[in-house]
């Protein structure tokens, strides 16, 4: 399978939306402005041209996604604007473009080289996403004493970004001259760097998914078949009612009230609890559905 961005008009992406899933694919995300809406979707390689074929036909714009399908935490020390500028929104951004969904994670107690550190809330927050983007300073000294302590609970791959050259941790991807910059990276050498940021993600994502490709039963599929048997999902405020991850998926519905149910979804025959454990997020409203080789 192939992961792809859709970009195009509002006007005919339901007969775009019908050929990904006559072609055996599957839609993972949509999302609509105005009169433009961007879908990322995966189709078998074999069948890439005719997809190609149907996007020139609706003068529609089609890119690769190696990111689709994972859900990655982007990690600030801080978002309050005393501590501006930092480039937590490029970053995101940059990554969203390679069908990445990001969530951004502003700490509480980020500030500070000696005081900075994580709080429970946190850590479990961000050990709930695929991968997670750390973004520290300029400064040699303290990038080097907080990393350490940011990422020592952090039990699933880490990207972290600065500006000096440091070692890293052992487990850690650093990526350096990041730090910093007043301005928006709009320059050739700055898309550089954010480019150098997403192949150090895209690299820990697909070691991640070698983890998980053994299921015979892809993410994608539990979503369709969740959607189909659980209604209430599209009554979700939310522009993503059930994110694909690489570990499955998260279901942005009280799990109090639909636990019982999402373990009950028919996965053709048998349940869904027989291969996925469904557990409460530490987002209020949320649950999460995890394969077993997850944990």
């Excluded at 473009?97 to 961000?126: C, P, Q, W, Y």
Aim: charge should be negative.
């Amino acid at each position: 399978m192939i992961p792809l961005i859709f970009n195009g008009g509002v006007y005919g992406h339901q007969e775009f939306e019908d050929l990904v899933h006559d072609l055996g694919g599957f839609v993972i995300m949509k999302n609509f402005a105005q009169t433009e809406v961007t879908i990322f979707f995966i189709v078998p390689e074999e069948d890439i041209e005719r997809v190609k074929e149907k996007a020139l036909e609706l003068k529609a714009e089609l890119k690769e996604a190696p990111l689709a399908g994972s859900e990655i935490a982007v990690v600030v020390p801080t978002i309050s604007i005393y501590h501006l500028p930092h480039n937590s929104c490029d970053v995101a951004e940059y990554l969203r473009r390679k069908g990445a969904k990001t969530n951004m994670v502003g700490l509480s107690r980020g500030v500070g080289k000696r005081l900075s550190r994580l709080t429970a809330f946190e850590r479990d927050l961000i050990n709930e996403h695929d991968v997670a983007v750390f973004l520290f300073g300029n400064f040699k000294e303290c990038v080097s004493e907080k990393i350490g302590k940011m990422v020592r609970d952090i039990t699933i791959p880490v990207v972290a970004t600065g500006f000096p050259k440091i070692e890293p941790p052992e487990g850690v991807e650093y990526v350096p001259n990041l730090g910093r910059i007043v301005g928006k990276f709009s320059r050739d050498s700055d898309i550089e760097l954010l480019e150098n940021v997403a192949k150090a993600v895209e690299r820990q994502v697909e070691k991640r998914r070698r983890i998980f490709e053994r299921f015979d039963v892809p993410p994608y599929y539990l979503k369709v078949e969740i959607e189909n048997q659980i209604p209430e999902i599209e009554e979700s405020p939310s522009p993503a009612p059930v994110t694909v991850k690489i570990d499955g998926l998260r279901v942005k519905l009280p799990y109090e009230k639909f636990a019982e149910r999402i373990r009950n979804v028919r996965i053709l025959d048998f349940k869904l609890e027989d291969i996925c454990n469904v557990l409460p997020s530490v987002v209020e409203g949320h649950t999460l559905v995890r394969f077993w080789g997850a944990f």
